[in-house]
């Protein structure tokens, strides 16, 4: 599958039509943008990484169930899958308080929370993706109805289930994510985006280490060498 015109250009991806109309490819870029692009920068392999994370964690959730937009990886930096309309919401998981949660809730970082928190936050840059509820998501026309909001919700929570006790057997605590959707040309809602250490935070079980992009926006240096350990992990080596 050949690429034909670039569709879009995202801090992470970019994205290019193909032959197929029903079928886009990703390719998975090395930048690392933080605080809404303010902070910049690249890593070396950083993408092909992701694009080996993603795949893997697609075909578990396949296997698991979840229908995703995957269709498969072409080579290091690119990923075949459908084409969806994107629902403009990031659905984000969180197992463990920290990062924006702990900083606007005063939540102390690292507790355990009592119960999966699912939030929503509207995908859009100019305003800063800020927290949504429910009514705001429908006011928008971000979903046509409620139901669509509950099924969000109900397919992050989903997932959680399964890579939160996969992670676990790597060693790894999975704290947070963030998921995106979209609706495929028959209106289903299915995953789509990527699921990797850029989206999801890691940390390591026994050493408390970050596996994850807060190595970059935190200043801590080896990014790299913490993705390849997220994916090595995750091949078992
Ligand atoms: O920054 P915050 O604590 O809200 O992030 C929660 C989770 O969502 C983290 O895993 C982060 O990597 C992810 N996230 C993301 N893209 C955003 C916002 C958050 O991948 N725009």
Known sequence: MEKRELLYEGKAKKLFTTDDENLLISEFKDDLTAFNGAKKSSEAGKGALNNKISTELFNLLEECGIQTHFVKML?????????????????????????????????????????????????????????????????????????????????????????????????????????EFGKDSSGNIILIDEISPDNCRFWDMTSGEKMDKDRFRQGLGGLRVAYEQVLNRILGK
């Open 75 to 179: 080579d290091d930096n690119n990923m075949l899958h459908k084409r969806t309309k994107v629902i403009l919401i990031e659905v984000i998981v969180r197992n463990i308080a920290t990062g924006s949660l702990s900083k606007n809730l005063g939540i102390k970082d690292g507790t355990v929370l009592p119960f999966t928190l699912v939030e929503f936050d509207y995908k859009n840059d100019a305003l800063g993706d800020p927290k949504l509820n429910d009514q705001h998501a429908l006011i928008l026309g971000l979903v046509d109805y409620q139901d669509e909001l509950d099924k969000l919700r109900r397919l992050a929570r989903q997932v959680n289930d399964i890579l939160k006790p996969y992670f676990a057997s790597k060693g790894l605590n999975l704290v947070d994510f963030k998921l």
